[in-house]
Structure formats: structure tokens, C-alpha cells
């Protein structure tokens, strides 16, 4: 059976709650219906003229904006005459005057089941206006495009807390949308006043490809659902000067650097971080960003079986054998990142400084990784006690 977005569920019996309310929308270019059809529209059509405003997270309305710390400005929605509030742009935390021609905002995001995607935090801080405005929140789930078995990675410690990252959850956090919501509502007290729709027919054990929906691109670099399966990983080459293939076709699925021999990283990488992908060498030349109009080598990242597949434990792993192999030209991006003028975007991206320490002294991979149970068992139990989804 297909799986059934929160969107639909919503439009098929709108709640009591919605009745004779002004709505706002959060949203961007995913949010659609399974045949395309943007929810802006679906849900004039449902509730006319009860839709009174639009908000747009990073990377614009549109997803027209390519990278970080690309703003967007405030704009008018061509389509419906409706203003459209940038979060992105002047601020990302919305204020009094933006939420003043609305009662409630529903919210319809893609998002990728990563810790550093700013869309969860962007919601995260529309909770928080509509607590200490009088507002409320109706989260319409969407797949976790990962599935919701699996969490990986090291909890982000406190002093990388950023717009990439502002809670304790790991780089692969296994919930959905409206799961993080209520996580971010309940466990991180926020304490608004929140509804979230679920989906139905949605499984934890499902990836994207299982779901019978379209996939449209939630921002430019994550252009296939292939790109959101490898970005838990493949995301930390923003921390560094290593493509992470943007300016290119396959962004994160491909990366690489003009110095990188690809059989000589082969030669140190643990064919055990491999379960479930393969890395096919390669040749590419980015049109833009990092390396624009280089010959990079590098690889292809292909993922042969999702449920094997550990995405975070395989990059740090790349990681660490790059900086070993290439000491004097492997290099950290350097501040600013997501506005943190402070730390290096890599400590951000990973969520711990000892996280980059430990790679640097050439710390044991299993090592780490088995340094993190503990706390992953923790945050295992604790979401628990807010799936949705058994």
C-alpha cells in the first residue's frame, strides 16, 4: 500500500482546529501532493481564503538559493498574491509582525533525517514564536526519506550547538518530521502548542523508494533520493576542502579533490565501513563551488543495500584516512558557517570537537563508534516516547 502524507490525511478531513482560523504555510518545492500538486494550492482550494500567509525555510521559496548563508528576502507568492515570510534572510526566527496575520501555522516540510538539515530548526524556532505568541503548530508528516529504524553517529555536545544543530540528537536521528516536533515539544520543552498529522501507511523500516511518492528535491543539492540516502555522511566535506560534489550533477554522491589518488584511499579504508555501498572511482569538474572548473578524482559513492549501509561510520572513515594520506593538502573550511563566526564549521558538522581530535590522532574507527553507545542507547529510548510509527 502507498504511503499517505500527512498532507493528504489533512485535506481529506481537516481538523476542528483549523475551522474559521487564519493559516499560515511552511513550506518550499517538496511540498506536494502525490501528484505533484503544491499544498498552497491544495489547501486554498480545501479552505478558501483562510490561507493568509506563506513562510519559506533555507534556501528559498523556491529552493532557487544554492549553498549556505544565501539569504532570501520577503517576497510575494506569484501563484496565490500571498506574502511570503523569509526565514532566511534577515532572521530565521520569525517575529511578532510576521505571525500577526495568522492563528495557525501548518507545516509541510521534506525533511532528510539528518541532524544538520536546518529545516527541523527553522520549525524548531516557528514552535517557539507560536508558544510566546499565542499561536499553534500542525506539523503534516512526510517520511523520513532513511527510514526510522536507524540512528547513528555522536550526540551534538553543547558547545557546537548551531543552526545546524541546536539538540542533543545524533547525525542520523530516526524520526520523522512531525516525530522531531514532538521531541523538540516535549523531551527539549519547547511546550507550544503543537498537532501533528500523521502519515498513513508509513512503515520505520521504509526508505524513500518504498513509499510510492514522488520525490521532489527539498533544496538544490539534494536533487534524487539517492543524494539524502549518502548525506548523513557525505555532508562533512562542507567542513573541508574536499568537493562534496555540488556544481555538479550528483552532489554528495560524488566528491573528491584535484590531489586525491583514489587507489591510495582505497588502500586505507576498512573494507567493513563498505557493508552496503561501493565506491566506484571517478573524474569530475565542478561548474561551481569548491574546485569550479578542476578535474577532481575522487569517487561515486553508490548505495547496494540501505539496511546495511552506515553512512556517517563510512565518511568519518574517509575522513580519516584522507587526513592521513594528504597532510599538507587536506584543509578545514574556515569560519563563518550557518552565522557561528567562532568554530570550524567541521566541529559544527560533526557536533563534537572530539570528534575531529580523535581523527587527527588516528583514533580507531570501532573505537569511537563504540564510544557513543551509551548515549545512543539513551537517546534510543528516550524517542521511543514519541513515535508515531511503531
Known sequence: MATITGL???LSSPPPSVKNR????LCNPASVDRRLMHARQRIDRKLPGQLKALYAPQHGFFAEKQDNMIESADRFDPATGLPVFSLYGNTRVPSRAMLDPIDVMIVDLQ?????????????????????????KIIVLDRPNPLGGLRVEGNLLSPECSSFVGRYPIPMRHGLTIGELAILFNTQFGIGCDLDVVAMQAWKREMHFGQTDLPWVAPSPNLPTPASAMV???????????????RGTTQPFELFGAPFLVPERLMEKIDRMLLSGALLRP?????????????????FQLHVTEPAA????????????ALYQSYPDRFAYKQPPYEYDDEHLPMDLI??????????????????MISSWKTALSEYTKMIGNVYIYD
Open 8 to 10: 493528504e490525511v489533512f
Open 22 to 25: 487564519r493559516l499560515g504555510l
Open 111 to 135: 525533511d532528510v533525517g539528518t541532524r544538520v538539515y536546518t529545516f527541523v530548526y527553522t520549525l524548531s524556532h516557528c514552535m517557539e514564536a507560536a508558544r510566546q505568541y499565542g499561536k
Open 231 to 245: 548525506y548523513p555522511g557525505q555532508v562533512i566535506w562542507e567542513g573541508t576542502n574536499i568537493s562534496e560534489g
Open 282 to 298: 571517478v573524474e569530475f569538474e565542478p561548474t561551481s563551488n569548491k574546485w569550479a572548473g578542476h578535474p577532481c578524482k575522487g
Open 309 to 320: 549501509y552506515s553512512p556517517y561510520a563510512l565518511s568519518l572513515g574517509l575522513y580519516q
Open 350 to 367: 560533526l557536533g563534537d570537537r572530539r570528534i575531529r581530535s580523535q581523527i587527527e590522532a588516528g583514533t580507531p574507527l570501532p573505537a
